[in-house]
């Protein structure tokens, strides 16, 4: 592994048909919803994601407000997309649902993140927040979905 990099894998399990989980989770405004530490989110186009489209987001990590332009590619709709801040040097990821059985799914997310300068030296504690982080997020989208399959039903 490279120095100043930190990768974090996910997963949590939804209790929702992967059509109705894309529809919340392919959609970057609903992530307000579940991202720790999320303040703010644009996406255009607005809706479930394209090829292309740029979100903005406002994310507080460790007390630190940090704003990213972020490009969205290889969506495959309704299953998964990936993402990268800038050229994708510094943080980049993707978003996947597999479907289980005809009512539940799994969420995968995937995030790289590389720190640099001073950054490197909290590479430890970064990164067990980092991951500590993406796995709560991650059952908080389940969560989120879940409770909106048990409201339709």
């Known amino acids: 592994l490279m120095p100043g990099v930190i990768t974090a894998l996910s997963r949590s399990t939804i209790d929702a048909p992967v059509d109705l989980a894309w529809s919340v ?14 303040r703010r989110m644009e996406q255009r186009p607005s809706g479930q994601v394209v090829e292309g ?31 990268r801040v800038g050229d994708g040097s510094s943080a980049r990821g993707t978003r ?8 539940r799914c799994e969420l995968v997310l995937e995030k790289r993140l590389e720190l640099t300068g001073f950054d490197r030296v909290l590479l430890p504690i970064v990164s067990s927040v980092v991951r500590r982080t993406e796995q709560r997020d991650a059952d908080a989208a389940a969560a989120l979905v879940s409770r909106a399959a048990s409201a339709g039903r």
């Open 25 to 38: 989770l392919g959609d970057y405004a609903n992530d307000v919803q579940w991202r720790h530490g999320l």
């Open 53 to 83: 489209a740029l979100v903005t987001e406002e994310l507080v990590v460790m007390g630190r407000t940090v704003v990213s332009d972020v490009v969205v590619h290889d969506v495959e709709p309704g299953r998964s997309f990936s993402w």
């Open 96 to 103: 996947r649902l597999i479907p289980i059985d005809a009512g």
